[in-house]
């Protein structure tokens, strides 16, 4: 699992764009927490780190055929 930094870009696999604006964790857990944003939407979402990058190849619904539920822009 790659180490994500704030203000990267990532792409969803259905197809939107988002930025990390933070990490976070959880108060109870200590979990790793993604801190991110629909570019189009500005709504702010969050999600732990180590479903961020789920595999997700198989999904019928990955229009974007990523092998990745996230996957960084360059």
């Known amino acids: 699992m790659e180490d994500v930094k704030v203000g990267e870009i990532y792409r969803h696999f259905k197809g939107t764009y988002h930025q990390i604006l ?12 993604v801190v991110y944003n629909h570019k189009d939407t500005s709504e702010v979402w969050v999600r732990p780190e180590k479903n ?10 990955n229009i ?11």
């Open 52 to 61: 961020f990058f789920d595999e997700i190849s198989n999904r019928s619904d």
């Open 22 to 33: 933070n990490i976070a964790y959880d108060s109870e857990t200590l979990e790793k927490m």
């Open 64 to 74: 974007t055929k990523q092998r990745y539920r996230f996957e960084k822009v360059n």
